[in-house]
């Protein structure tokens, strides 16, 4: 079992900067790719991105590549995604999740999820 406790979201105005935190644990929570996907009111849950086990490979949905970055530490066993030039669009709850295969982007091959976490942006 792999429990996931997001943190880090808030209301912040557009064109702003957030770092969202996912502590994971358990007994190999080390070995998952991890994942950020987040769902908009009335929307499905999207993906957003994924990071391997290592943290040496990433992987970005088109809408959010050159804006997030996603991180790993595995010593700290604590995932990041850091979002820049926040737009409104971006308002949702943003979770973590956990796999077998960083490249995943749908939900249903995500193992683990944790409770989310909501990022709200003002204009």
């Known amino acids: 079992q792999v429990q996931l406790v997001e943190s880090g979201g808030g209301l912040v105005q557009a064109g702003g900067s957030l770092r969202l935190s996912c502590a994971a644990s358990?007994?190999?929570?080390?070995?998952?790719?991890m994942g950020w996907f987040r769902q908009a009111p009335g929307l499905e849950r999207e993906f957003v991105a994924a990071?391997?086990?290592?943290?040496?490979?990433?992987y970005y949905a088109d809408s959010v590549k050159g804006r997030f970055t996603i991180s790993r530490d595995n010593v700290k066993n604590t995932v990041y995604l850091q979002i820049n030039s926040l737009k409104p669009e971006d308002t949702a709850v943003y979770y973590c999740?956990?796999?077998?295969?960083?490249?995943?982007?749908?939900?249903?091959?995500?193992?683990?999820w944790g409770q989310g976490t909501q990022v709200t942006v003002s204009s």
């Open positions: 358990g007994r190999t929570s080390s070995r998952y790719a």
């Open positions: 990071i391997n086990w290592s943290g040496g490979s990433t």
């Open positions: 999740a956990a796999g077998g295969y960083y490249r995943n982007y749908r939900t249903s091959e995500y193992d683990y």
